[in-house]
């Protein structure tokens, strides 16, 4: 009988060792082996394109990456690669008023994303992310433009980890 139970414990640690539980706060969804990230300067094929915006996206990703995932930053070849180009950053009338001038504007900023994991490549793609922001037409876009960037390019980087690593 002090046999069997002896058994019956090692079968039970086994089968408890053996159990593998894996949670993220973030939703993250990185293989295991996965230790590091690269994303490369993105570039921008846009007309016109705000001087520091292409900087400034990357970093927002970068940032986004280290503060929800456990990999280190590397400057290239990382296990898990981003690169893509600003293809669009521009502004048009969407909403008409009675006097036949606009009442709404719409910023709009789109990325092409390649996303390369050497971990897991069937994962791999190239995607178009596009988001805007509605404003007053009233109001100079200059004026407006930084913060609106900065709510579009939120929006976008969330997207493109939730398309990546993101477990949605």
Do not use: H
Not at 5 to 13: H, N, P, S
Not at 36 to 59: G, I, M, R
Not at 96 to 124: H, M, W
């Amino acid at each position: 009988m002090r046999i069997l139970q002896i058994a019956f414990f090692g079968l039970v640690v086994l089968c408890l060792n053996s159990c593998r539980v894996s949670y993220s706060f973030s939703g993250a969804d990185i293989p295991a082996e996965a230790e590091t990230f690269s994303v490369d300067y993105f570039t921008s094929t846009a007309a016109l394109v705000s001087p520091n915006f292409n900087q400034q996206f990357t970093e927002a990703l970068k940032d986004l990456l280290l503060a929800q995932t456990p990999l280190d930053i590397v400057r290239s070849n990382g296990d898990i690669m981003f690169s893509g180009t600003i293809v669009k950053y521009e502004t048009r009338p969407v909403a008409a008023q009675g006097n036949q001038t606009a009442a709404l504007d719409r910023f709009t900023i789109e990325v092409e994303v390649s996303y390369i994991n050497r971990i897991e490549p069937d994962k791999n793609f190239e995607k178009r992310f596009s988001r805007f922001v509605d404003f007053e037409s009233q109001r100079n876009f200059s004026d407006v433009e930084e913060g609106l960037a900065q709510e579009i390019t939120e929006q976008l980087i969330q997207e493109i980890f939730n398309a990546s690593v993101g477990n949605w």
